[in-house]
């Protein structure tokens, strides 16, 4: 059981370039997350989604768009990176928040954009 | 702004005292989570208290919740070495909305 899994785990991009970030959980979970954690400033929600073919904006959605392909998947995508896109990514999954469940995280993406 | 506040930011004690960290939250909640995270890992659960419970206890750990001051608090109790980690509250609320709070750097000298 391998819980949340995210790729890659490390990335270093140039300006303007692009990627997207994998995330997968085996947990048949219906809620899943994207974080950012930069110093100082804790875990900030980028975009999840509630359930398959549902995604909302959280705190800072702007420069990245995300899917939820199917249930088990949610990937985040950077479609021109900048400087200030630097940061470790958190992936996480719940069962789902109305039936108060705890999340589920991977170990993170630490992505450079130079 | 993000939706959980800590405080202290960070706090340092000694191995057998009790370490206590607050938390505030701006909106109604469907619960209040508390995550751990060791330097440059995932976080990792630890409690989770309903918005209609008032205390909760687990092992060394006990969770208060004051949904009229929009509060919670975390106690770890006989703290180890081993606890030294980073602390972060997380509001629930309606819709599976999940966000945190800035963290708790908490240091246990042996």
């Known amino acids: 059981n391998a819980g949340v899994t995210q790729t890659p785990k490390f990335q270093v991009l140039k300006t303007g370039q692009s990627m997207t970030l994998q995330c997968a959980q085996d947990?048949?979970?219906?809620?899943m997350y994207w974080y950012r954690q930069d110093p100082g400033m804790g875990l900030r929600l980028i975009y999840y989604?509630?359930?398959?073919?549902?995604?909302d904006k959280g705190e800072v959605p702007n420069g990245y768009n995300v899917s939820r392909l199917n249930k088990r998947e949610f990937s985040l995508r950077l479609e021109s990176a900048a400087p200030s896109q630097t940061s470790v990514y958190f992936c996480?999954?719940?069962?789902?928040?109305?039936?108060?469940?705890?999340?589920?995280f991977g170990q993170g993406t630490r992505l450079t954009v130079v | 702004s993000q939706q959980g506040e800590e405080d202290p930011q960070a706090l340092s004690i000694q191995e057998g005292e009790n370490a206590t960290m607050n938390c505030s939250y701006k909106t109604s909640i469907n619960n209040l989570q508390w995550y751990r995270q060791n330097s440059g890992r995932g976080l990792v659960h630890l409690i989770l208290?309903?918005?209609?419970?008032r205390e909760k206890h687990s092992g060394r750990l006990r969770v208060t919740l004051d949904t009229s001051k929009k509060s919670s608090s975390l106690l770890i109790t006989a703290s180890r070495a081993a606890d030294t980690a980073s602390y972060f509250c997380?509001?629930?609320?309606?819709?599976?909305?999940?966000?945190f709070g800035e963290g708790t750097q908490l240091t246990v000298n042996p």
């Open positions: 208290i309903r918005s209609n419970e």
């Open positions: 997380a509001a629930g609320t309606s819709g599976s909305r999940l966000t």
């Open positions: 996480a999954s719940s069962q789902t928040l109305l039936m108060n469940t705890e999340a589920f």
């Open positions: 947990m048949n979970h219906n809620s």
């Open positions: 989604s509630a359930s398959e073919g549902t995604t």
